[in-house]
């Protein structure tokens, strides 16, 4: 149980062009999900906590005009990286939290984003 | 913002028993401690979550002291497939304020 998944797992765009990612949670609903943001041999660092129904939060720092989030569904939250430049390229990877009550973040696969 | 450090890098052989400490000196009332792994250009793997005192599970124990600013995972009995880095979580859905550490990567050899 507890699986999230990530759909693309990885892509690779032209500077300018906008990218949308997709995280699911395919077997809990999960009213709250993450989304983080891992460059290599870097730690994760949250970009935004995304709430079913609502406006996410961003945190300080990131751009909420640039990483637009929408989370329609208990099940789907979406990352879309707009006017990509080669900075925006990393590794993204979102993660769900059970609405059984519980603490614990499940992760995606991640997103492997390259931006020429 | 809370800083929450960890050693960078552990050398260990097959079948030892191998501990990682995390420090999160500004741990908050109602935060969790959980741990992860995470191989190469893959999400981090959930080992095990703990509040205070002692926890274990099938594959990991994680020690928290009383004071909560610290906590330990110990891997009982590693093997070559537990090379990976090691990265604990400190956060509630209270604040919504996760902060991963900075990572321990762990090679195990043979």
């Known amino acids: 149980g507890a699986v999230v998944s990530q759909h693309p797992s990885w892509v690779i765009c032209k500077s300018g062009t906008s990218v949308k990612i997709e995280c699911r949670s395919l077997?809990?609903?999960?009213?709250?999900m993450f989304w983080y943001r891992q460059f290599p041999k870097q730690s994760l660092m949250l970009m935004a906590t995304?709430?079913?129904?609502?406006?996410?939060?961003?945190e300080q720092g990131v751009e909420k005009d640039k990483f637009l989030i929408n989370h329609a569904s208990l099940t789907l939250s979406t990352l879309t990286v707009t006017s990509a430049h080669p900075e925006d390229s990393s590794f993204y990877i979102c993660?769900?939290?059970?609405?059984?009550?519980?603490?614990?973040?499940?992760f995606g696969p991640g997103t492997r984003l390259l931006v020429l | 913002l809370a800083k929450t450090t960890q050693p960078i890098s552990m050398d260990s052989y097959e079948g030892q028993e191998v501990n990682i400490t995390c420090s999160h000196n500004?741990?908050?009332?109602?935060?969790?401690i959980t741990w992860y792994q995470q191989f190469p250009s893959q999400g981090p793997r959930f080992i095990i979550q703990?509040?205070?005192t002692k926890v274990t599970n099938e594959v990991a124990s994680l020690f928290i002291p009383a004071d909560r600013k610290s906590s330990t995972l110990s891997l009982p009995r590693v093997s070559l497939s537990d090379t990976a880095v090691y990265y604990c979580l400190v956060g509630s859905s209270g604040t919504y304020k996760y902060i991963f550490g900075t990572g321990t990567r762990l090679k195990v050899l043979a």
């Open positions: 077997d809990f609903q999960a009213t709250t």
């Open positions: 500004n741990i908050a009332t109602n935060d969790y």
């Open positions: 703990g509040y205070k």
């Open positions: 993660s769900a939290r059970s609405d059984r009550g519980e603490e614990t973040q499940y």
């Open positions: 995304s709430n079913e129904g609502s406006k996410a939060t961003y």
